[in-house]
Nanobody, 121 residues
Framework: QVQLVESGGGLVQPGGSLRISCAAS????????MGWYRQAPGKQRELVAV???????NYADSVKGRFTLSRDNAKNTVYLQMHSLKPEDTAVYYC???????????????WGQGTQVTVSS
C-alpha cells in the first residue's frame, strides 16, 4: 500500500518562508508526476505546482517566482519551498502522486492527508 505523508506546514508571517515535504512510503511502485494542490476555505482545490519524473516543473501563475518544487527520487520525496508568502497563500496543501505498481501499466493518483499553511501576522 502506497501512502503519501506530508510534513512541514505551520504558521508564518507575511513575507516569510516555509518548506513543506511529501514522502511516498511503501514498496514495489514507480512514481510519475508529483505535485501540490491547495484548498482555501470556501474555495475549490487548485494546482500549485507539479514535477515530472524527469524533473520538469510547472507552476500556477500565482506562485511563479516565489515557490520552488523539487524532488529526490532516491527518497521518493518532493519539497515545496515557499518564499515571500502572502495571506492569500493560506490553505491546506495536499500532495499528490501519479503512481503505478512495478510491471503494471495502470497509473493511479494518490493523495496525502494535507498540511495546513497559515500566513498571518
Amino acid at each position: 500500500q502506497v501512502q503519501l505523508v506530508e510534513s512541514g506546514g505551520g504558521l508564518v508571517q507575511p513575507g516569510g518562508s516555509l518548506r513543506i515535504s511529501c514522502a511516498a512510503s511503501g514498496s514495489g511502485f514507480s512514481i510519475n508526476a508529483m505535485g501540490w494542490y491547495r484548498q482555501a476555505p470556501g474555495k475549490q482545490r487548485e494546482l500549485v505546482a507539479v514535477i515530472t519524473s524527469g524533473g520538469t516543473t510547472n507552476y500556477a501563475d500565482s506562485v511563479k517566482g516565489r515557490f520552488t518544487l523539487s524532488r529526490d527520487n532516491a527518497k521518493n520525496t518532493v519539497y515545496l519551498q515557499m518564499h515571500s508568502l502572502k495571506p492569500e497563500d493560506t490553505a491546506v496543501y495536499y500532495c499528490n502522486g501519479d503512481i503505478s505498481r512495478l510491471g503494471s501499466p495502470y497509473v493511479y493518483r494518490y493523495w496525502g492527508q494535507g498540511t495546513q499553511v497559515t500566513v498571518s501576522s
